[in-house]
């Protein structure tokens, strides 16, 4: 078993990074699809797996891997929309243990909001540090919360949808695997 949870934790960092892939740019982000397979590691590997998925994803991209959606290396920490790649790790944890005892579409759009506000928080804060004090482009509050989350929120109920449709399917194919861990 745990071996077969470490394969899908290598397979859904892989995955995290072909969906940061598929994207449409929209600066100083973009929107991709990180966040669905992120929200699928957590709810369906736990969150203990589902945290080593991202965080393997997150430190490989840092390693120089260029596989975050605009490359990848240390440097990528001064990219405005690191705080949101960043917050992918937390996410899962979360979205893992909202989903522990039950995956159902209720408990999945639970998770997938509260995930989303781990994301969102974290991504929000370090694109207003770098944007305003290393950059020093001076944007305001309605400014970021536009750019940063606001124009994001709609493909984020899709990814959520898709979550709450696939996921109760495949845990039951997977055996609620995540269901066992202490």
């Given at each position: 078993m745990k071996t077969r949870l470490m394969i899908l934790s290598a397979l859904f960092a892989a995955l995290t990074a072909a969906g940061a892939?598929?994207?449409?740019p929209i600066p100083p982000a973009a929107i991709?699809?990180?966040?669905l397979f992120t929200a699928m590691a957590g709810i369906l590997l736990g969150w203990k797996y589902g945290t080593l998925s991202q965080a393997v994803y997150v430190i490989l991209g840092l390693a120089g891997l260029p596989i975050f959606t605009l490359g990848g290396g240390m440097g990528y920490v001064l990219q405005?929309?690191?705080g949101f790649i960043l917050g992918l790790v937390p996410a899962a944890a979360v979205?893992?243990?909202v989903t522990r005892q039950?995956?159902?579409p209720k408990r999945i759009a639970l998770a997938c909001a509260a995930g989303?506000?781990?994301?969102?928080?974290l991504g929000l804060i370090h694109m207003a540090l770098i944007l305003n004090l290393y950059l020093d482009q001076a944007w305001p509050v309605s400014k970021l919360l536009w750019s940063g989350m606001l124009i994001f929120l709609p493909g984020d109920a899709l990814k959520t949808a898709a979550c709450c449709l696939i996921c109760p399917r495949l845990a039951v194919y997977l055996g609620k695997m995540h269901?066992?861990?202490p």
């Open positions: 892939w598929i994207r449409i991709s699809l990180q966040f405005p929309s690191f979205m893992g243990l039950h995956i159902t989303l506000g781990v994301i969102y928080l269901q066992s861990q």
